[in-house]
């Protein structure tokens, strides 16, 4: 009786092995792609240190352009008076992309009603510092603009 009840007890632990086994690798099956998809991969920020941000006949004075600048959004105006400016576009506040308010001659954050004026100084609503500001440089045709150092 003793064999029997040992070939018994091996075949039970088979089975709860095989169970067991399967019950996990179901689990892993269900629960992988669900930590995947909730755990985005790494982004690989590009860094630009200049770009060409447009034509300097495609902007007439107080008017403003968002272009891209590596990996995120700038910005760039060109004043009344026919001067170039260029920032971040990426608002302090939320990180909501900015856009340029010609009748307020300033910059302005569609969220929450933030405001910037002409030197990348947050003066009004939420922001709570100012735009990273850019240098320009209008070489011939192009408008280029560089991340200062």
Not at 12 to 32: K, M, N, P, Q
Not at 138 to 143: I, L, P
């Amino acid at each position: 009786m003793e064999a029997g009840t040992s070939v018994n007890q091996d075949r039970r632990r088979l089975l709860d092995l095989l169970l067991t086994g399967s019950f996990g690798a179901f689990l892993a099956a269900v629960f992988y792609p669900v930590v995947r998809y909730l755990m985005p991969p790494p982004v690989q920020e590009v860094l630009a240190n200049s770009t060409a941000a447009a034509k300097a006949s495609e902007l007439k004075p107080n008017s403003g352009k968002v272009f891209r600048f590596g990996s995120k959004p700038g910005i760039l105006v060109r004043l009344p008076s026919g001067e170039w400016r260029a920032f971040s576009a990426v608002c302090t506040h939320l990180q909501c992309t900015v856009q340029y308010r010609a009748d307020l001659e300033q910059i302005w954050c569609p969220c929450h009603n933030g405001h910037f004026d002409l030197s990348g100084k947050n003066v009004a609503g939420p922001p709570p510092a100012p735009l990273e500001a850019f240098d320009v440089v209008v070489k011939g045709e192009d408008v280029v603009v560089t991340r200062r150092t």
